[in-house]
């Protein structure tokens, strides 16, 4: 049982290029959601989803895509990247839709030049 | 709208101190509250949280919160800090269903032996 794994870990982009970072789950949860964490600013979500096929803006979602074509996926999309969006991303996933405990991911470290 | 804040980025104790970190939340209703831990490098990790019932919460690692509705907090806290404690704590509310959570700013932890 692996968790909540994300890929790549760290990444380097130029701006306008684009990318898509990665996340799985292996525990059939539900609920899956994407963070970025700036200093001084916590984590804020980006972009949320209760299931396959179904998807939802979070607080940040500008310059961001996602789909979730199945349970276990939940890949986040840069269509062209800005410094702006140099941060730490986080997936996360939780089992229903109460407030049950978010697994998170390690992180992938994106830097936008 | 909700939020949280929680009023010292840093904190320093000395091992075998006392603890508590602060968190204040502005929510409308009744809140869910959470304290996660992130180690350097690592994903978040939940160390307790309220829903209802007992206003005083145990959680893992030792720890402890106390939700005042009152003064509208949700204070973590640790009769014995221990040098692997050193991380950075994060609370969080829940916001609109689904596990939307949003994240205080976080308190750094430094632990001097």
């Known amino acids: 049982n692996a968790g909540v794994t994300q890929t790549p870990k760290f990444q380097v982009l130029k701006t306008g290029q684009s990318m898509t970072l990665q996340c799985a789950q292996d525990m059939n949860h539900e609920y899956m959601s994407w963070y970025r964490q700036d200093p001084g600013m916590g984590l804020r979500l980006i972009h949320y989803?209760?299931?396959?096929?179904?998807?939802d803006q979070g607080e940040v979602p500008n310059g961001y895509n996602v789909s979730r074509s199945t349970t276990e996926d939940f890949p986040l999309r840069l269509l062209s990247a800005a410094p702006s969006q140099t941060s730490v991303y986080f997936c996360?996933?939780?089992?229903?839709?109460?407030?049950?405990?978010?697994?998170f991911g390690p992180g992938t470290r994106l830097t936008v030049l | 709208a909700q939020s949280v804040t929680q009023p010292d980025i840093h904190i320093t104790v000395s091992e075998g101190a006392s603890l508590e970190l602060r968190c204040n939340y502005s929510y409308g209703a009744t809140p869910y509250l959470f304290w996660y831990v992130q180690s350097p490098g690592q994903g978040l990790q939940l160390l307790l949280k309220?829903?209802?019932?007992?206003?005083l919460v145990q959680g893992i690692k030792g720890f402890e919160a106390e939700f005042k509705r009152s003064q509208s907090s949700f204070n973590l806290r640790k009769p014995s800090v221990h040098w692997s404690d050193a991380a950075e704590y994060f609370c969080?509310?829940?916001?609109?269903?689904?596990?939307?959570?949003?994240f205080g700013a976080g308190t750094r932890l430094a632990v001097h032996p």
């Open positions: 989803s209760v299931g396959a096929g179904i998807t």
């Open positions: 996360a996933s939780s089992p229903g839709q109460t407030y049950n405990e978010q697994f």
């Open positions: 969080a509310v829940g916001s609109g269903g689904y596990n939307k959570l949003i």
């Open positions: 309220y829903f209802s019932g007992d206003t």
